[in-house]
């Protein structure tokens, strides 16, 4: 057994090494906000506390899984599995290393955007089936704001795609092989990706859909047990994906001196993740028609003009 | 490959009856998004992986939002279903069926003249796009003058 492209080694390393991070992010969010925030944070279960996670597991699995009587049964319980697979799936064409991934695809960007855009019906659906007004509420703004977001979040890495000249993301970091990171020409870019992602994950400070003080817990009020684990660390990994497509769309992925590819990439990958967290430390949530004005008035145009102007510099110097 | 498209294609066929005979317009918006999903799967083995992305994403994924979004506004309960189910009756299927199987009967009586051991070439992005703006630049450029006037009526009509 071997690490190639689609061997079940690779798959199952990668299906493995994805969920377990995602859910040791949890404990990793906690510590570094507390880091941040002169506190201690959960440090009592093993060392450093990294037993944590384990002890929330238990709990989450071993709490009573509650639909309420009032909820519609089938879209209720199909809600949280769809952020689930989604996000998965969109793993799968993420390329980690040289001969790690599951599939080369040609349409590899394309179909993270369809994945992305499929992952709105996890919210909609477990706010719509709770038949709770919080959670309708929390619903209704996460489609509009993921909804939005998707189009500048599409446009935004249109520049990418243009620049390497292919959709697959194999390629597109192999066209960043000589050192030049696209992060250089295409800065604005990844700029509005990067917000865009914050918004296409609902993590603070774009969790507008799940605003505590506002609205409870949005559209995951009624939602208990491992329904709602799956909610919560579907959002960790969807936090993971954000991060692993921008090392690999600006970053270069797994390029790097010395070092193992892989190594290259779990570190930029970490990167992100913590500079995710840092904005939750560091932001406060904008309101929620500020979120859109600023969407539709200032990145939509700035990712269209960008994309325009990247076109032109493509055509001028060929 | 032939496997899974008479898997993807009796998806489709069973959500899309499920579509028509749900009364709850939540399960059956679910199950019309499973039947575009299949038929992007069966775009995809065809050989068609881009119209099979564009169907998973403006489809199912923008205009399918959309009619979730407007059911969430509406407040539909159990009233709607009980609505639903007294317009839905045995009388009302008489007639659609009628058609259903008429056009069922010229489609078999094409498809019958066409021999299958055709073999699908993938058709990639590349050329799909190059066709669109070579050759079909016109109907790109239409379609986009349309688009651009349905949006500017809109933004019109909701401004009123």
Redesign the interface.
Known sequence: MQFEVGSALSIGSILLTVIVVAAMLIWVERRLLSLWQERLGPNRVGPFGLLQVVADMIKIFTKEDWVPPFADKLSFVLAPTVIMIVILLSFSVVPFAPGVGVIDSNIGVLFVLAMASLGAYSVMLGGLSSDNKYALLGSLRAAAQMVSYEVFMGISILGVVALAGSFNLREIVLAQADGSWFVIPQFIGFVIFLIAGVAESHRLPFDIPEAEQEIVAGYHTEYSGMKFGMFFVGEYLGLVLISSLITVLFFGGWMGPFLPPIVWFAIKASMFIAFFILLRAAIPRPRYDQLMTYGWLVLLPLSLVNLMVTGAIILSTQ | MIVLFYLAAGIALISTICVILQS?I??AL?YL?LSLLAVAIIFFLLGA??A???E??VY???IM??F??V???LNMGQHSVDQEKSWAGPRVFIVPALMATILLAQFLNVLSDYSFDLVPTEI??MQVSSLLFGPYVLAVELASILLLAGLVSAYHLAKK
Request: aromatic fraction near 8%.
């Open positions: 709850n939540v399960h679910i998004i992986p881009f099979a992305v564009l998973a994403i199912a994924g923008a939002v959309l979730l979004f059911i969430m506004m990639g992005v």
